[in-house]
């Protein structure tokens, strides 16, 4: 099948309008085909992809490509291209996957069915079997012969657990992966035509987990997650530019990486550890490199906040994590701007890093506008909400996640009800247009209660601050890796009632509630906390999911919700411990108590001073 006009149009529309993309002849070279499983407009968000597009074409004999999912194109049955060259996917050596969010899994397998890799029926031994450590075929996957490409995954949701994504892949990598893509890279360049011996080659490298040569089972081998020790190494900085991404004309630049807070409920505070921070100076240069004129040319338009590409909406996803990217802001093109161009800061906990406020200043200074990730509030940085301010941003965002002082306690976030409302009238005090509070409902030992608190204290701030003020209602999901991994989570119809109890309460006050959704919210904890056997729902339903369907699904192949959204025993293995992440269980089980207690709970030290407490930094002996 040919690719349709309609489709090369849209591509050659979208390089168009972007600066950065590498073009490359295929002849003679390791061609990678580098898939986010969005759309473009989502996709081209993620720091992440963008860093892996640059370290690969870094090498002169790898090709690597951008391949993202079009919905269109997938109703249309047209072949999965990649961006740059049109060329389908399935004639790629590597089609490498980053996957952030848990819900991108039905597109991860509606782009294999669409390249024509994934089978249907699937031609792999049974996921059950796989589940209780039966026997595997010699090839354990989904996929068809060994003409295919190699399928790695790879990513945030990946290293959390990959165990619902493990049937559909060749390899999975644990961890951060600029660590070990050096050595894969050779490894690739340098493989036989045998897949087996591939794999079993792969299945030696650090960090590097091959599903069809193992399976979870307290007696597995643990995947060991990897982690760049030595952040100096690295340009984590934006190399691709387009106005038509949720960051518009901003430079991301990440200045840190992994948050010592020890947030019970934050996936990104245990699977990123230690916290890493750029040096100051390192952060400026290469804010300074991207204010220059000749970095970036006009993107060629404004931004629509739309796909360019037909019948692709940009589609916002649950994360693993809380927030580890900037502030949404306008997206402008520099062309027809008078705005400065952007300099997005980019961390799971921007205000931690130890030298923000001169960061702040020194940004400021050179006549960047800024934006940056949600505010502690214990205390706030003022430097750093003054230079956003100043710089136009006109949103001000902190995340007291509960509001009652006890829950806060228990979830571990340390910033009082003082702290939050002087940093809502530093806000009123520097005009900010907008304030949004970030709130989860649903937590462990959550009561009614619980729920008038957090509408106390946004009655409090609605009376301090005097223009728009909005709050957000997240659904809690526990995840793999933190001390709420074996927590309950809240039935649906549970999570409504205080949703709906939030805006009624605070609508009357011209308060805005923002109301993620339950119902999905159980799809995402289903497959946060499942296995293997969640392959046959995800292949039911890719590229065409709905919350009912997947219940259907679930009960067709045996299964129900409410046994991977329940309460799990701290004593039993669970899928996702094949991955070690370094946090040790019996850490996570202490932390759990603590918890239970109502009392406070471990932080990394400053200034990343390695530590014996939860064994990243100093491995412990004794663990699950």
């Known amino acids: 099948m040919t690719t349709s006009w309609q489709q090369a149009a849209a591509a050659r529309e979208i390089l168009s309008r972007e600066t950065g993309a590498i073009h490359k002849d295929h002849g003679g070279k390791l061609r990678v085909a580098l898939a986010y499983p969005n759309s473009y407009y989502v996709g081209m968000s993620s720091l992440a992809l963008q860093i892996l597009y640059r370290m690969f074409n870094a090498e002169p004999d790898v090709v690597c490509e951008r391949v993202f999912w079009d919905a269109q194109a997938w109703q249309a049955g047209q072949p999965l291209v990649t961006l740059e060259s049109q060329t389908p996917v399935a004639e790629f050596d590597v089609w490498a996957f980053t996957v ?10 509606a782009m294999l069915r669409q390249a024509s890799i994934a089978a249907d029926p699937p031609v792999f031994f049974p ?4 589940v209780q450590g039966g026997p595997a075929q010699a090839d354990g996957s989904m996929l068809g012969g060994s003409t295919r490409p190699l399928l790695i995954a790879g990513g ?3 290293t959390m657990n990959p165990e619902p994504l493990a049937p559909f892949f060749d390899a999975m990598v644990i961890g951060e992966a600029e660590e070990l893509l050096p050595r894969l890279i050779e490894l690739l360049k340098s493989a036989e035509a045998d897949r087996q011996q591939l794999l079993e080659a792969l299945d030696r490298l650090p960090g590097v987990y091959v599903p069809s040569r193992a399976a979870p089972a307290p007696a597995s081998r643990r995947i060991e997650r990897l982690w760049v020790a030595d952040l100096d190494r690295q340009e984590p900085v934006s190399s691709l530019y387009t106005a038509d991404t949720e960051f518009g004309d901003m430079h991301l630049i990440e200045i840190a990486r992994g948050c010592g807070r020890g947030c019970r409920f934050c996936l990104a505070g245990y699977v990123y550890r230690p916290p890493r921070e750029q040096p100051l100076e ?3 240069a290469w804010a300074k490199d991207a204010l220059k004129p000749t970095k970036r040319q006009a993107t060629g338009g404004r931004s629509t906040g739309q796909s360019p590409m037909p019948g692709v909406a940009p589609v916002r996803s649950l994360p693993v994590g809380r927030r580890m990217k900037p502030i949404k802001c306008q997206a402008l093109d520099s062309r027809f701007s008078e705005q400065p161009p952007g300099i997005g800061l980019v961390s799971a906990a921007v205000s931690d890093h130890s030298r923000i406020d001169e960061l702040a200043t020194e940004l400021h200074g050179l006549g960047a506008r800024l934006s940056a990730s949600s505010m502690r509030a214990d205390p706030i940085s003022v430097p750093l909400v003054r230079a956003l301010r100043a710089s136009g941003s006109q949103t001000l965002t902190l995340a007291p996640e509960a509001g009652a002082e006890r829950l806060r306690r228990l979830i571990g976030k340390t910033q009082t009800e003082d702290d939050l409302l002087a940093a809502v009238e530093l806000a009123q005090t520097l005009d900010f247009p907008q304030l949004k509070l970030y709130f989860m409902v649903g937590h462990p030992t959550e009561s009614d209660d619980d729920v008038q608190a957090i509408v106390d204290l946004t009655l409090k701030a609605r009376a301090i601050f005097k223009r728009n003020l909005a709050i957000n209602a997240t659904p809690f999901v526990p995840k793999p890796h933190t001390p709420f991994q074996w927590q309950a989570q809240a039935p649906v119809k549970t999570l409504q009632a205080r949703q709906t109890a939030l805006k009624r309460r605070l609508g009357r006050h011209g308060v805005a509630v923002d109301a993620d959704s339950p119902q999905w919210a159980e799809v995402q904890g289903v497959l946060a906390r499942g296995d293997r056997r969640l392959a046959w729902p995800l292949l039911d339903l890719a590229g065409r999911p709905t919350v009912r369907d997947f219940h259907a ?9 409410s046994e991977f959204v329940a309460a799990r025993d701290a004593g ?3 899928p996702w411990e094949i991955v070690d992440p370094g946090v040790s269980t019996s850490y996570l089980l202490r932390e759990d108590r603590l918890a239970g207690a109502g009392r406070p709970g471990h932080r990394c030290p400053p200034n990343t001073t390695p530590c014996r407490a939860c064994g990243v930094c100093v491995p412990q002996e004794v663990d699950r």
């Open 282 to 284: 390192r952060i400026v």
């Open 156 to 158: 945030p949701a990946v």
């Open 553 to 561: 699904s679930l009960a067709r192949h045996g299964l129900t919700a």
């Open 572 to 574: 039993s293995f669970q």
């Open 127 to 130: 996921a059950p079997l796989l």
């Open 100 to 109: 952030s969010f848990e819900l991108d899994y039905f597109n991860v397998v």
